[in-house]
């Protein structure tokens, strides 16, 4: 479910930030070396933009995992109480 949501957000980011910055980079900088053009696109751009893409996978990933683990909690916390109560009527007898 993460990664069938997540992965054309991830794709949306890739093309337009990291691919659209790329672009913008090698157009201003057409006179640089190209070792410095190497350093800035494939390894500062390339880089980060790597990991930004990531975010969208990451935040689905634990807003999913956030809800379950609150229902959980809610459904054991329900449990406990009732067996509490069983104890507690047994302490009374």
């Not at 053009?37 to 933009?49: C, F, H, S």
């Not at 790597?50 to 634990?62: E, G």
């Amino acid at each position: 479910m993460t990664y069938s949501i997540g992965a054309p957000l991830q794709d949306i980011l890739d093309q337009y930030l990291v691919q659209g910055s790329s672009n913008l980079i090698k157009e201003k900088l057409i006179g640089a070396p190209d070792w410095f053009k190497g350093l800035l696109i494939d390894g500062v751009i390339g880089g980060a933009g790597t990991v930004l893409t990531f975010i969208p996978i990451l935040l689905i990933f634990f807003l999913v995992f956030g809800f379950s683990d609150a229902f959980h909690t809610m459904c054991c916390s329900s449990s406990n109480s009732s067996q509490r109560d069983k104890l507690m009527e047994m302490d009374n007898i």
